[in-house]
């Protein structure tokens, strides 16, 4: 159990050193110990450790180095640049830095996807610091957990049918309703684009939808994007770009954990979770380049690129959640590289017409160490993706602005919600980094979460 809730006299002191109070506290310090750290070099570096030993040669205390503020404006989650380092064991800390962040961040880095070979390490244990809540870290670190652990499955045993299992576990966990459609129930229904894209797949698509709280509590809808491979289609993707399609369901993981946040904490909303699972494959049904569809909402679409399906999936769910009128409605998809072009992998970009949603969101970022940066919803470039044959194109020409263009695409079935916000998150950690190991990421939500908390 990573996080100890009760104060442990077990457990190793970790005194936080920036290179300043290090001289200071060095002065305090008898001649055995000045030379114990000079002999081993500590200057007290962002994430430097150092053990202590008492005289029967077990750690004392161990000095954490919190670095210069030039070196903690380069990253996040400072203590947990150190956790790494440090062997196992329970630590406990008593400084004012070790905010709730902080000890998430230890948490975070705890993190280990073990379901095909079992991790050989050993969890560093960290007694909850002073001011935080035990139950709530728990909370926000198994949602974490549930989302890199879908996305980092690979799609063998997280297609459409294994996504909607993880869906249900979820509600079930929490008491929430539940509904799927499936299939050729997704035509009768009225989501002929979910079941456009999915068509080709060995596994049928669906449309999953779980409802939670008190009806007549303000009402969130959250839209998460569920294609489970993605090959691109007839218009087929490099090996080299269809490697990580795995994670192409990242929005939708990601929907799911800030889903499990808000109901585990409680929120008083009343919280609806929709995601499209599909998977976007070859076969003779595929969807071919210049075929027409008619979405839930009645708008038409030109497939000018079968790997432009996310905006697909996501523009009927859109539709079903803009009907109910509710106050928010938040979409969540690994939508387009041209994001990653612009911001790369750490920062995800979001869109809205909503400029308190988008100071709110600025903040709370900042805030929880969750970035995020607003592009704009930019209303000249709606002609790109006016096809002329068609009401819309998916993929309009000219390779210019694509994170916006498929912003303004999803944004045409939203009208009648009172605010509206997409998020182009990646979903993925190229290289570990204090608190990410290499692999899934779980970007954006605890910056939603807390303008929820905020908000309601």
Same mark, same amino acid.
């Given at each position: ?144 957990? !549930? ?107 990601? =929907? ?13 909303? !009343? ?11 070859? =076969? ?73 949603? =988008? ?43 694509? =994170? ?41 939500? !605890? ?10």
């Amino acid at each position: 159990m990573p996080i100890v809730p009760t104060s442990d006299t077990a457990a190793i002191p970790l005194l936080i050193l920036d290179p300043g109070e290090l001289s200071d506290w060095l002065t305090t310090e008898d001649a055995a110990t000045r030379a114990w750290v000079g002999a081993n070099g500590f200057e007290a570096g962002l994430g430097e450790t150092l053990a202590l030993p008492g005289p029967g040669g077990e750690i004392t205390r161990v000095l954490v180095g919190w670095g210069t503020e030039n070196a903690r404006s380069r990253d996040r989650f400072h203590l947990a640049a150190a956790r790494g380092r440090l062997p196992a064991a329970r630590y406990g800390v008593a400084d004012p830095r070790v905010t709730e962040v902080e000890a998430l961040g230890w948490l975070l880095g705890e993190y280990h996807f073990d379901r095909y070979k079992p991790s050989k390490a050993k969890p560093r244990d960290l007694v909850c610091p002073q001011g935080c809540d035990p139950r709530r870290l728990a909370v926000m670190s198994r949602a974490a957990t !549930r989302a890199r652990d879908l996305i980092n499955t690979p799609a063998r045993d997280m297609g459409p049918g294994a996504l909607e299992r993880a869906f249900l576990a979820l509600a079930d966990s929490h008491g929430a309703e539940t509904h799927a459609i499936r299939g050729e129930d997704l035509d009768t229904r009225g989501f002929p684009m979910i079941r456009a894209v999915g068509l080709a797949a060995a596994e049928e698509p669906r449309l999953l939808d779980l409802r939670w709280g008190r009806e007549d509590a303000p009402k969130v809808t959250l839209v998460g994007k569920g294609v489970c491979f993605d090959t691109g289609g007839l218009n087929i993707k490099p090996g080299a770009s269809m490697g990580l399609m795995k994670k192409d369901m990242g929005g939708a993981a990601t =929907a799911m954990g800030l889903a499990e946040m808000v109901m585990g904490l409680g929120l008083d909303i !009343r919280l609806r979770l929709l995601v499209p699972a599909v998977e976007n494959s070859i =076969a003779g049904p595929a969807m071919r380049p210049g075929d027409i569809l008619t979405s839930r909402k009645g708008l038409t679409v030109e497939v000018n690129n079968t790997d432009a399906e996310g905006r697909l999936v996501l523009a009927d769910a859109l539709a079903l959640a803009d009907e109910e009128e509710p106050d928010l409605v938040l979409s969540l998809a690994t939508l387009t590289g041209a994001a990653r072009v612009a911001l790369g992998p750490d920062v995800p970009p979001f869109f809205t017409d909503d400029d308190a949603l =988008a100071a709110d969101l600025c903040a709370a970022s900042g805030a929880v160490a969750d970035p995020l940066w607003r592009l704009p919803f930019w209303a000249p470039y709606e002609s790109q993706i006016e096809p002329g044959i068609a009401d819309l194109d998916n993929a309009p020409t000219g390779g210019m602005a694509g =994170a916006i263009t498929a912003a303004l695409f999803l944004r045409r079935f939203v009208e009648r919600a009172g605010a509206y916000a997409h998020f182009d998150i990646y979903g993925w950690t190229p290289g570990a980094k204090p608190g990410r190991p290499k692999g899934a990421a779980f970007q954006a939500a !605890r910056a939603i979460l807390k303008v929820l908390e905020d908000r309601y």
